[in-house]
């Protein structure tokens, strides 16, 4: 049996009549749509953007030394590290590349490096017609740190959104410590 409410809602079509007030509030109120090229979205602290691999401060080289625990951790396994043996039993990396298009941005290979040599920055407007404009070697990923992130933002960018770290572990002030008996 049919309840009167379900009756008085059945025949007035209520629930339509509710989604039509809605429309209609809705269409008098100015839309949110950005305007993409006039209109540039702010960038969030953390956003995981286009690859870079970062320099020394004093030697501008690539601090990366290719122990390939990024290329390891990477669960698209879009990093690839070509390494030689230096003189003194030392790898010279000769090739790092990644293939952008399959990244999937978890930003695990940063938390990986423990020299920190590769980061996410901000820069997001990489969009290109060819598959091989989205191959990034070595020399690419240089220059991807130079022209987005540099040394300013380096120190910012890892001290501020990469964890663990040795500070974040310790006893906090308030925690009780017990006393060998003698």
């Not at 007030?21 to 953007?49: D, H, I, M, N």
């Not at 625990?69 to 070509?82: D, E, G, N, Y």
């Not at 220059?143 to 960018?157: I, L, S, T, V």
């Amino acid at each position: 049996m049919i309840k009167c409410r379900e009756l008085v809602r059945s025949i007035f079509f209520l629930d339509i009549l509710k989604g039509m007030l809605l429309t209609l509030k809705s269409f008098f109120s100015r839309p949110v749509t950005r305007q993409y090229p006039e209109t540039k979205r702010s960038v969030q602290a953390g956003y995981r953007g286009l690859h870079a691999l970062t320099k020394h401060p004093a030697t501008a080289e690539a601090r990366c030394v290719g122990c390939g625990l990024c290329a390891a951790v990477c669960p698209s396994q879009c990093i690839h590290i070509h390494t030689t043996e230096g003189s003194g039993n030392t790898k010279i990396v000769e090739r790092y590349d990644i293939e952008i298009l399959r990244c999937v941005y978890c930003g695990l290979c940063v938390e990986a490096c423990p020299y920190a040599a590769i980061a996410l920055t901000e820069h997001y407007e990489y969009s290109e017609f060819s598959r091989e404009a989205l191959f990034m070697t070595k020399e690419r990923l240089l220059n991807n740190y130079d022209a987005y992130m540099g040394r300013e933002k380096d120190e910012q960018y890892f001290l501020s959104y990469w964890h663990p770290r040795r500070s974040d572990f310790g006893l906090p002030k308030d925690q009780p410590k017990f006393r060998r008996r003698s």
